[in-house]
């Protein structure tokens, strides 16, 4: 599976926008973009994913380079709710498994 | 529509004794997985199932683990003669398709203590 690499930890101020960066320069054609959060205690909950093309929808919004070699994933407006760990993960469009394979995440931090 | 339920939220066995998790998939939902986080860890995936059917146990622990997913029921994470190491939080997720085109949707899983 093609790996990943984000930050491990990142802050925010309540209200602001964030900005979560993810590396995958060995991203391969057919592998989809996905993100998940884990808040504390609970289980990850899925975020967004894409493929080429941004995109949006009521959680957040998915900025995918041109290249595909990094993405973005974009908090528009950051509440304590979303202190959480952020997990960017490639999915092999043709798998015929669909598991995820998480990394190590980034730990995000929003302050009041 | 009712959400991936795990239960017990919290089990706790002694050395040596079994450890049964159940994990009812969202409705409509044939494919389960299960994912284990030690503490302070990553998720890391165990086993991939269809209705009676293993798909993918490459992270399953070659002994004292096992998992199924009968045509009627939930489906069944086993562990025999459990050890302090397998102390973690276990996590289903459940699917209607497994293409990259369908999120999982996890439970809040379960935590195992073993004393």
């Known amino acids: 599976d093609a790996k990943t690499t984000q930050p491990n930890s990142m802050e925010s101020n309540e209200e602001e926008p964030v900005h979560l960066p993810c590396n995958h320069s060995?991203?391969?054609?057919?592998?989809?973009i996905h993100w998940y959060r884990q808040l504390p205690s609970q289980g990850p909950e899925y975020v967004i994913h894409g493929l080429t093309s941004n995109v949006n929808n009521r959680m957040a919004s998915l900025a995918i380079a041109e290249d595909r070699k990094s993405s973005t994933l974009i908090l528009h407006r950051a509440t304590l709710r979303d202190a959480a760990v952020y997990y960017c993960i490639l999915r092999d469009g043709p798998s015929n498994t669909g598991k995820l394979i998480f990394g190590q995440g980034t730990t995000l931090q929003v302050k009041p | 529509n009712a959400g991936v339920m795990q239960n017990p939220r919290h089990l706790v066995r002694r050395r040596g004794q079994e450890a049964r998790l159940r994990c009812s998939p969202m409705k409509g939902h044939s494919h389960v997985y299960w994912y284990r986080q030690l503490p302070e860890e990553g998720l890391k995936f165990m086993v991939y199932?269809?209705?009676?059917?293993?798909?993918?146990e490459s992270g399953m622990p070659k002994e004292r683990f096992s998992a199924e997913f009968p045509k009627e029921g939930p489906s069944i994470l086993r562990i025999q003669q459990v050890v302090r190491g397998d102390s973690a939080a276990y996590f289903c997720a459940s699917s209607p398709l497994s293409s990259y085109n369908s999120p999982l949707h996890f439970g809040n899983g379960t935590r195992l203590t073993v004393t």
């Open positions: 060995t991203i391969s054609g057919t592998d989809y």
């Open positions: 199932l269809q209705k009676e059917n293993i798909i993918d």
